[in-house]
């Protein structure tokens, strides 16, 4: 694996995490990126990289070049109003690359309600959330590019991303995790290190058109994670609501929905073993490896 040029739409976590895993294993390479701040050479792990403000339909045309040269492009900005920002602004510029990888990032919200009941990605996406709605017209936009024009798009549904940073004991410590009461709800989750490796290991194993499911292979209930995590930290139960009593939307679109995605796809064709097959592996590591 040699020459990357890797442009990345949006530098969040998941993209962070994605360079990360390649500086450590000690490739070479050169890295754009956009965000919303203010353009300009950044460093990032001792990475000098250069920055390019996009905002919307707003961005700073120098990062025309760059793209230009780019071979490698990961995006993960979120759609705006129901369309994927970098179709709308860089359609024709994508066509022209010769790239070699494109990987979209989008989410399991894709498939809605399927009551608790396992979905792979020939299941029926049904979205119920207003984000998971604009996913997947995101997703359709991609792939009609890639009919279109044969480019290599590949699309990675997320679930519920947890980390050393973001993960249920942070909030457990800070009061702010609560039981919710609902049965036979079910979720699915990954730790960003398995993004971060399943992205690596994509970037010499990509097949044009292809979506898979980046879950681990536990799927549980709200109360299944919140409870190891309680015995981890040796605390108290927090208390439960009623699935009617919460007060934030995003939260309760997120409990419209059961499902237990099936990572098995990925799996296979990545031939990938996880890092952190389940959250008791996930939070087990975070807990022994706090500061």
Same mark, same amino acid.
């Given at each position: ?82 369309? @994927? ?8 510029? /994508?066509? %022209? !690359? #010769?790239?070699?990888? =494109?990987?979209?990032? &989008? ?85 960003? @290190? ?8 994509? /970037?010499? %194993? !990509? #097949?044009?058109?292809? =979506?898979?499911?980046? &879950? ?76």
């Amino acid at each position: 694996m040699n020459d990357l040029k890797i442009f990345c739409f949006g530098f969040g976590q998941v993209a962070k995490s994605f360079i990360t895993k390649i500086k450590d294993e000690k490739i070479l390479f050169k890295l754009n990126v956009t965000s919303r701040k203010e353009s300009g050479i950044k460093k990032f792990e001792n990475i000098n990289y250069h920055n390019f403000c996009f905002t919307g339909n707003n961005f700073d045309k120098n990062l025309i070049k760059s793209l230009e040269t780019a071979n490698y492009i990961l995006i993960s900005i979120p759609p705006q109003d129901g369309h @994927d920002i970098v179709i709308k602004n860089f359609k024709e510029k /994508l066509i %022209n !690359l #010769k790239s070699r990888w =494109i990987t979209y990032l &989008s989410a399991t919200s894709v498939y809605g309600n399927h009551n608790g009941n396992w979905v792979n990605e020939k299941s029926d996406t049904n979205p119920t959330s207003p984000t998971g709605k604009d996913r997947l017209k995101a997703e359709e936009e991609w792939i009609k590019l890639y009919k279109q024009n044969d480019l290599p798009i590949q699309i990675f549904r997320l679930s519920g991303i947890y980390s050393s940073q973001y993960n249920i004991l942070s909030r457990l410590k800070s009061g702010q995790a609560n039981i919710i009461n609902k049965k036979n709800h079910f979720f699915s989750r990954i730790h960003l @290190d398995d993004i971060a490796n399943v992205l690596f290991k994509s /970037l010499q %194993n !990509l #097949k044009k058109g292809e =979506i898979y499911n980046i &879950s681990d292979d536990k799927p549980s209930s709200n109360e299944e994670v919140i409870m190891h995590g309680v015995k981890l930290l040796g605390i108290k139960k927090p208390q439960t609501l009623n699935v009617d009593d919460i007060q934030n939307q995003m939260l309760k679109n997120f409990y419209k929905d059961s499902k237990k995605v099936s990572n098995k796809k990925m799996k296979n064709f990545f031939k990938l073993n996880l890092k952190f097959p389940t959250y008791k592996e996930g939070l087990n590591y975070i807990n022994n490896n706090s500061v």
